[in-house]
């Protein structure tokens, strides 16, 4: 133990300068931590609020429905929704009401929203893109929900959206073929009807 003291008595400048170095590696590594530290908390904030797009459909004997879920667990910011023909790719529009066909004046549209570019949708929540609600034992009724089931086939629905750091998600896609299904029956798929609205 003397011999050391006398040592690092005899050598103090070499001992203040591995000193220094020791603290400027000290100080190098804790900068590191600390970004590591960040990076990792930034990738943590980004997936504990990720939204998660799906495009659901409803085809019942007395209800028809398309609507974008957010299924993530943050907000959901829509940048476009596109329409397209779906063999041939051609868009059509930014909402499916456009490409529906025209209701006789005694029938009304139960919801639909029209272009929803810039909306937000909060985790665990929709909109209704479309949605027509009527007596399927009422001819005329029946009569409109096929024509519109026969609009809605052909279409594809995409959703571009990104979260609430502006990062773009991969896009919401929907083929809506499930409308050209052969029906079933009406006791089986008739649900309660729910109240008129606006979307």
Do not use: C
Not at 117 to 132: E, K, N, V, W
Not at 164 to 185: C, E, G, Q
């Amino acid at each position: 133990m003397h011999d050391l003291f006398e040592f690092l008595s005899a050598h103090d400048k070499l001992v203040t300068a591995f000193t220094a170095i020791a603290a400027l590696i000290v100080s190098f590594l804790s900068i590191l931590l600390t970004v590591l530290n960040t990076v990792m908390q930034l990738r943590h904030n980004h997936k504990s609020v990720l939204p998660i797009g799906h495009i659901g459909v409803e085809d019942y004997e007395n209800k028809l429905l398309v609507r974008l879920w957010n299924h993530g667990v943050g907000p959901m910011i829509i940048e476009r929704l596109q329409i397209t023909e779906t063999k041939t790719e051609q868009q059509i529009s930014n909402a499916i009401i456009d490409a529906m066909p025209k209701l006789p004046n005694d029938y009304a549209w139960t919801i639909f929203a029209g272009d929803i570019s810039g909306r937000a949708i909060t985790a665990r929540d929709s909109i209704i893109l479309i949605q027509l609600d009527g007596d399927p034992s009422n001819d005329g009724f029946k009569e409109i929900r096929n024509q519109v089931r026969k609009a809605l086939a052909p279409l594809s629905v995409k959703v571009e959206y990104k979260n609430i750091y502006n990062k773009k998600m991969p896009p919401a896609r929907r083929v809506l073929d499930w409308f050209a299904r052969p029906t079933w029956s009406t006791a089986i798929t008739t649900i309660p009807m729910p109240r008129s609205r606006a979307q």
